[in-house]
């Protein structure tokens, strides 16, 4: 392993291999997890820089994404993560031959990371360029209140491909989830990525769309974040969180409302954490845009939660075929690597 993994060290060295059909596939755990023993604190120290590499490519077909390696760029792009008080340093290598960048939300940058052309920073065609992101904790202010640190789950985008918002970039698929979390956070087996991007997910319809997977009893952190020009409403079929920055409640009399539906608006994102099956057991489940027009359309994927020993609870295999088999104008006639994503280009 090597230092370009942008993972914080994990308790558990588990795989991603299971999930399906989602950009942040191909991650790996990093060395770090070998320094941690005993609980998921992180083994680094706080105010740590990490340099990582990141590859915008295209992928055929008039669709780009970044990766953390050549050839290995996907829709969307890798799970970036930090602690709050790191810095991350990326080295953006614009492998095509377009004018493109890297504009992160919710942490901290200055103008020239700003990946924006209004403050001349971006990627011409084929150059490599620097962009460094800084976190921060939670600070005190003046009169018992706090400036709110880093820690959230956000997103990353082009910002200069096509126009000098990057509306190209992000219609191609030049996206991807930036967590940023608070040390002591609890970390999850498997991390799932859906991006509401105009009437498609992860530039994807039904029944091409991500299918995930967990056992049951894993805590999965899901992710999700708007794109395009429309808005969307995240549903997840018998599961439900705190409407809050974890998705868990901080303790009995925590106010934070538990929600299984929620507003998605362009730009947007958020995440939370809940254990596979922990309402209704494992099965395959629905995740979903609950605009009906938008899940009518292809809007919809799947959350497959096997049993806790990785084996097929009864039909759920069926309800995985009943969704493939699945019929509408945008999806039927055309199989996963035929342009889908020209819904959105
Ligand atoms: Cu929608």
Same mark, same amino acid.
């Given at each position: 392993?090597d230092?370009n993994?942008?993972?914080?060290?994990?308790?558990?060295?588990?795989?991603r291999?299971?999930?399906?059909?989602?950009?942040?596939?191909?991650?790996?755990?990093?060395?770090?997890?070998?320094?941690?023993?005993?609980?998921?604190?992180?083994a680094?120290?706080a105010?740590?820089?990490?340099?990582?590499?990141?590859?915008?490519?295209?992928?055929?077909?008039?669709?780009?994404?970044?990766?953390?390696?050549?050839?290995?760029?996907?829709i969307?792009?890798?799970?970036?993560?930090m602690?709050?008080?790191?810095?991350l340093?990326?080295t953006?290598?614009?492998?095509? %031959?377009? @004018?493109?960048s890297?504009?992160?939300?919710g942490? +901290?940058? =200055?103008?020239?990371? !700003?990946?924006?052309? &209004?403050n001349?920073?971006?990627?011409?065609?084929?150059e490599?360029?620097?962009?460094?992101?800084?976190?921060?904790?939670?600070?005190?202010?003046?009169?018992?209140?706090?400036r709110?640190g880093?820690a959230?789950?956000?997103?990353?985008?082009?910002?200069?491909?096509?126009?000098?918002?990057?509306?190209?970039?992000?219609?191609?698929?030049?996206?991807?989830?930036?967590?940023?979390?608070?040390?002591?956070?609890q970390?999850p087996?498997k991390?799932?990525?859906?991006?509401?991007?105009?009437?498609?997910?992860?530039?994807?319809?039904?029944?091409?769309?991500?299918?995930?997977e967990?056992?049951?009893?894993?805590?999965t952190?899901?992710?999700?974040?708007?794109h395009?020009?429309?808005?969307?409403?995240?549903?997840?079929?018998?599961?439900?969180?705190? %409407?809050? @920055?974890?998705?868990?409640?901080?303790?009995?009399? +925590?106010? =934070?409302?538990?929600? !299984?539906?929620?507003d &998605?608006?362009?730009?947007?994102?958020?995440?939370?954490?809940?254990?596979?099956?922990e309402?209704?057991?494992?099965?395959?489940?629905?995740?979903?845009?609950?605009v009906q027009?938008?899940?009518?359309?292809?809007?919809?994927?799947?959350f497959?939660v096997?049993?806790a020993?990785?084996?097929?609870?009864?039909?759920?295999?069926?309800?995985i075929?009943?969704f493939k088999?699945?019929?509408?104008?945008?999806?039927?006639?055309?199989?996963?690597q035929?342009?889908?994503?020209?819904?959105?280009?």
């Amino acid at each position: 392993m090597d230092d370009n993994v942008d993972k914080p060290a994990r308790k558990w060295g588990f795989s991603r291999r299971s999930l399906v059909g989602v950009g942040a596939l191909g991650l790996a755990v990093p060395a770090l997890t070998a320094a941690v023993t005993s609980n998921s604190q992180p083994a680094r120290a706080a105010g740590a820089t990490r340099k990582i590499t990141i590859y915008a490519e295209s992928l055929g077909n008039n669709q780009y994404g970044y990766g953390l390696e050549r050839g290995k760029a996907t829709i969307p792009g890798p799970i970036l993560e930090m602690y709050e008080g790191d810095t991350l340093e990326i080295t953006l290598v614009n492998t095509t %031959d377009q @004018r493109l960048s890297i504009h992160p939300h919710g942490v +901290d940058y =200055s103008t020239d990371s !700003d990946g924006a052309p &209004l403050n001349a920073s971006f990627n011409n065609p084929g150059e490599t360029r620097t962009y460094v992101w800084r976190s921060h904790e939670m600070v005190a202010a003046t009169g018992r209140r706090f400036r709110p640190g880093s820690a959230g789950y956000w997103h990353y985008h082009d910002h200069a491909m096509g126009t000098d918002h990057g509306t190209a970039g992000v219609l191609r698929g030049l996206y991807g989830a930036l967590i940023v979390r608070r040390r002591g956070d609890q970390l999850p087996d498997k991390q799932f990525v859906a991006v509401l991007h105009n009437t498609t997910i992860n530039n994807k319809v039904a029944p091409d769309t991500p299918i995930f997977e967990a056992n049951l009893g894993e805590i999965t952190e899901w992710i999700a974040i708007g794109h395009g020009d429309l808005y969307h409403t995240f549903h997840l079929h018998s599961h439900h969180w705190a %409407d809050n @920055r974890t998705g868990y409640l901080e303790g009995p009399t +925590d106010p =934070s409302a538990s929600i !299984d539906n929620k507003d &998605l608006g362009p730009g947007s994102s958020f995440g939370f954490q809940v254990q596979a099956g922990e309402g209704g057991g494992a099965g395959t489940w629905m995740y979903h845009c609950h605009v009906q027009m938008h899940s009518d359309t292809g809007m919809s994927g799947l959350f497959v939660v096997r049993n806790a020993d990785g084996s097929m609870p009864p039909g759920a295999q069926e309800a995985i075929d009943r969704f493939k088999g699945h019929s509408h104008k945008a999806a039927s006639t055309t199989d996963s690597q035929s342009g889908h994503g020209g819904h959105t280009g």
